[in-house]
């Protein structure tokens, strides 16, 4: 019922900026918070940054100056501007919807590789 369509992987050289895309749709008026995680091989998953239904965002604090999660609404995508990207920041990205009922929903991820 909720659908996160990811898009804006693939592969940049060390350094760059990449921009990954989440395209919301089904019931989303629910919608409380979206998110971004990242889980390479063998990792745990861990929270990237966040937007709640106002616009406040939450960036993780490691990641603060290089990332920036932000949303359009008329779109209905929510978007993670990544730069000065490090190799081994190559991992599976993830979009992640969190309802009023408490429930999750996860996109399918996107890869992204970074290369020296």
């Known amino acids: 019922q909720v659908r996160l369509v990811e898009s804006g992987g693939g592969l940049v050289q060390a350094g760059g900026s990449l921009r990954l895309s989440c395209a919301v749709s089904?019931?989303?008026?629910?919608?409380?918070?979206l998110a971004w995680h990242r889980q390479a091989p063998g990792k745990q998953r861990e929270l990237v940054a966040t937007?709640?239904?106002?616009?406040?965002?939450t960036v993780e604090e490691p990641l603060k100056g290089r990332f920036t999660i932000a949303g359009d609404r008329a779109k209905n995508t929510v978007y993670l501007q990544m730069n000065s990207l490090n190799v081994d920041e190559t991992t599976v990205y993830y979009c992640?919807?969190?309802?009023?009922?408490?429930?999750?929903?996860w996109g399918q991820g996107t890869q992204v590789t970074v290369s020296t």
């Open positions: 937007i709640n239904r106002g616009g406040t965002t």
């Open positions: 992640n919807a969190t309802n009023t009922k408490g429930g999750k929903f």
């Open positions: 089904g019931i989303i008026l629910g919608i409380n918070t």
